[in-house]
């Protein structure tokens, strides 16, 4: 997702918890081989639509960096305080 590229997922586990972003979800989930065609032909003649994919991508990414990014920064005061 971080290349920007409309990225096709198969609707597993793994991606269930993908957030809904302006109506599509950060990559595009399929659930059968169907699916999947019916998705792939969506994403090369529906230029909106692939760009929405790909705007809801890049929101996600740069919200997971700024949340693991918190992260660390949280665990480096923990640990300089410890010292």
Do not use: W
């Amino acid at each position: 997702m971080g290349s920007l590229v409309p990225t096709v997922v198969p609707n597993s586990r793994h991606f269930e918890n993908l957030p809904e972003i302006n109506g599509v979800t950060p990559a595009v989930i399929y659930s059968d081989i169907y699916d999947l065609r019916r998705k792939i032909v969506r994403l090369i003649e529906d230029e909106e639509y692939r760009k929405k994919v790909s705007k809801a991508a890049e929101r996600y990414v740069e919200e997971i960096e700024v949340t693991k990014s918190q992260k660390y920064i949280k665990l480096f005061e923990e640990l300089t305080r410890s010292c």
